[in-house]
Every structure is written in C-alpha cells, then in structure tokens.
Nanobody
Framework: QVQLVESGGGLVQPGGSLRLSCAAS????????MGWYRQAPGKERELVAV???????NYADSVKGRFTISRDNPKNTVYLQAVSLKPEDTAVYYC?????????????WGQGTQVTVSS
C-alpha cells in the first residue's frame, strides 16, 4: 500500500553534481523521518543523510559539505543534492521513510538508483 520511487541517478564525472528524488505514495497519514542510504559493491549499506519531519538534518561525515538533503512535505518527497562528487560516492542509493498509516505503519524502502562517478 506504500511505494517509494527514486529517480535521478546516473553516470557523472568526478567533481560533478546530481539530484536524487524519492516520492512516497499510497496509504500515508504522516511521514516522520526520511533518509538516503547507499551501498557500494562488497560493502554494507550505510547512512548518507536523514531529515526529520520538522527539517532537522544529519549527515555522514563522508558527505558533509557536499550533499544536502531536503524534503517537500505536501509532495511526500525527499531530495538529495550532491555536488563535488567523488569516485567513492559510487553506489546504489536507496531512500527510506518512516510512515504512519492505519494499515501497516513502519519503515519503507525504495528500489534503489545507481550513481556512478567516473571519468
């Protein structure tokens, strides 16, 4: 009943930028925290950034100053603006959202979008 769909990934050169989007739809009363995670080949999934419903943010040290998370509450959408990208940012990026509804409240994940930073 709840679906998260990411978009905006792709191939970008080192030093480049991109913007990821993740839209939640379905049975949603309220979305609490929303976040972005990433998983590189052979590595565990790691937190990139998180934003609360009131707009408070937290970032992994590796992306501070380069990535910005934001959200549009009326659109149930979270964004990740990434600049000064590095090859080590290459990974599949997943969004998640802590969703409250009457049927199945909990944490939902998107399907992931590939980001490749390479020349």
């Amino acid at each position: 009943q709840v679906q998260l769909v990411e978009s905006g990934g792709g191939l970008v050169q080192p030093g480049g930028s991109l913007r990821l989007s993740c839209a939640a739809s379905g049975s949603i009363f309220r979305i609490n925290a929303m976040g972005w995670y990433r998983q590189a080949p052979g590595k565990e999934r790691e937190l990139v950034a998180v934003i609360t419903s009131s707009g408070s943010t937290n970032y992994a040290d590796s992306v501070k100053g380069r990535f910005t998370i934001s959200r549009d509450n009326p659109k149930n959408t979270v964004y990740l603006q990434a600049v000064s990208l590095k090859p080590e940012d290459t990974a599949v990026y997943y969004c998640n959202a802590n969703i409250f509804n009457s049927v199945a409240p909990g944490v939902y994940w998107g399907q992931g979008t590939q980001v490749t930073v390479s020349s």
